[in-house]
């Protein structure tokens, strides 16, 4: 690989979509834009495609990569797959259609490496016109605030946190993780990357990402882990469950904090879903590598604390990567527990296919490696319309409007990108 000097990956990445000779069809840009102690080192920039799969099914991602070996796609896997991944069906509709996977070789990837400050162009040729000092856009958008919507009202969420408990109560399940969708339309075209740099401002993640797709832009700011290879078929997930507001007020800041922290509830629905990928990872890993690494830890972003837990395996010889990923989709802190259970009852309450919230994006090889986060806080537009997704684990002991006001936090940095009074939001 070629090194080279060093461009900040927003700023390049702008300047190669101002370029008039770039295909942009298909376009992957996985921002790490908050480092931290396990994560944010890299962020990758992927154009010009090559090939690309999508389809509906994961077996047409096994076939198709099976022979790239080494080869590097860039993507999303849609919460949809679960439905051949399990043997489930759903016939509830999708407010956009877009097929439940989505990845692309393509010929030109760079990495950046923001410990180092140095990038490497890890396919192609390294473009010498990136240098261009290229202007940074005007604000080119505006939302239409009466446009705001979302599929449950205030009154029918908290009525289905209510029947989720009660569903606990009958030992029906432990945990589901309900979501709930809210769509809206911008007054004019939206330039979809300016909007990116906005949400990177207020909510900066180890796992941005922008991808652009033939008219559809998908733009995330994830700070949750899914999936990890590494060369050595090492694996690692770091689940996110248990969430706390954040306050300008340090005093009530750190009180938030602390309260999550001892928060028994937060834990339990922590625990259950540390146990959910203890065994997810036991289905393609040799038997006693998988192991809880850390369990319960408190990290704080722009607008919300978070409990998040780390377990790690080793992949079995004869196994795949893709194969372990298949053994642990969707995301199981997005489903809940038992996780099939969990999953059809989410769909009978949400009644409106989650598309590819829930499921994963990154970069993926059929054998030296991955990293996929979970897709949450993210904003996926089509032409003047967007929509976007929150959720949370109800467990025995959730209290509904609690449960709502946390979903308007976790939806903080969208709604603040999007220019919305987040105080004014009701539903």
């Known amino acids: 690989m070629q090194s080279l000097p060093w461009i ?16 942009l069809s298909h376009l992957v840009f996985l921002y790490s834009g908050r480092r931290t102690g396990y994560s944010g080192r890299y962020s990758y920039l992927a154009y010009n495609p090559a090939e690309t799969i999508e389809g509906e099914y994961f077996s047409t991602l096994k076939e198709k990569i099976a022979g790239s070996k080494g080869a590097m796609w860039f993507g999303y896997l849609g919460y949809g797959l679960k439905d051949s991944l399990e043997q489930l069906s759903s016939d509830i509709p999708n407010w956009y259609h877009l097929p439940n996977l989505s990845m692309t070789r393509f010929h030109n990837v760079i990495r950046f490496d923001h410990d180092n400050h140095t990038l490497e162009m890890m396919a192609g040729i390294y473009p010498p016109w990136v240098f261009k000092d290229y202007p940074a856009p005007a604000k080119k958008y505006q939302v239409e605030d009466s446009s705001l919507a979302s599929n ?23 945990q589901a993780n309900l979501t709930r969708k809210f769509t809206g339309q911008f007054t004019r075209t939206v330039d979809s990357f300016d909007l990116f740099r906005r949400l990177c401002e207020v909510s900066p993640a180890s796992y941005s990402a922008f991808i652009r797709l033939n008219g559809t832009d998908i733009l995330s700011s994830s700070p949750e882990l899914f999936l990890a290879i590494d060369e050595h078929s090492g694996i690692r997930t770091r689940p996110i469950k248990g969430t706390s507001p954040r306050f300008s007020d340090p005093k009530s800041d750190f009180e938030s904090l602390k309260k999550l922290e001892n928060s028994a509830k937060d834990r339990a629905e922590n625990l259950m879903i540390v146990d959910l990928m203890r065994n997810d990872l036991s ?69 409106l296919e989650r598309g590819i919230y829930s499921g994963a994006i990154g970069w993926l090889t059929a054998t030296k490696g991955c990293e996929l986060s979970v897709v949450i806080r993210t904003l996926i537009i089509q032409k003047n319309q967007f929509e976007f997704q929150v959720g949370g684990g109800i467990t025995a002991d959730s209290i509904p409007e609690q449960e709502r006001l946390e979903t308007i936090d976790k939806a903080k940095g969208i709604l603040m990108a999007l220019g919305l009074d987040v105080q004014a939001i009701d539903f």
């Open 8 to 23: 900040d990956p927003l700023q390049f990445t702008m300047n190669v979509m101002a370029n008039e000779s770039v295909n």
């Open 283 to 351: 289905r393609s890993c040799i038997a006693g590598s998988v192991k809880t690494e850390a369990l319960f830890e408190i990290t704080t972003h722009a607008n919300v604390h978070h409990m998040s837990s780390t377990i790690t395996g080793r992949i079995r010889p004869n196994y795949s990567n893709l194969d372990a990923i298949a053994g642990c989709f969707p995301p199981g802190s997005m489903t809940g527990a038992p996780k099939i259970k969990a999953m059809n009852v989410c769909s009978e309450l949400e009644q």
């Open 152 to 174: 449950m009202s205030k009154s029918s969420y908290l009525g289905k946190v209510a029947d989720i408990i009660e569903q606990i109560h009958r030992g029906d399940l432990y």
